[in-house]
């Protein structure tokens, strides 16, 4: 991490010291994949504390296009140009 990064994280990690303590992240979901839009640190402190779920509010997005989990969003870059 940056420094400016990791302060902001310890920061993040401080005020939270359980999941349940976040208050709920923003995500976009196309098909079975989800893209957050607020809560990145959020997101990486419930990872760090073993936690398997998170709170969020979700937007879900219909597009022709086929995104998965393991799709290369690069690989899309041409069209969002």
């Known amino acids: 991490l940056r420094s400016s990064l990791q302060t902001r994280w310890v920061k993040i990690r401080c005020i ?4 349940v303590d976040m208050p709920p992240i923003d ?14 640190h959020r ?13 969020a509010y979700i937007t879900d997005v219909c597009t022709a296009i086929e995104i998965t989990p393991e799709t290369d969003l ?3 870059r041409t069209l969002l140009l």
């Open 43 to 55: 997101v990486s402190i419930a990872r760090y504390l073993g936690a398997t779920e998170i709170m």
């Open 27 to 40: 995500v976009y979901q196309i098909r079975d994949a989800y893209f957050v839009q607020d809560g990145n």
């Open 74 to 76: 690069n690989s899309f």
């Open 16 to 19: 939270y010291h359980h999941v």
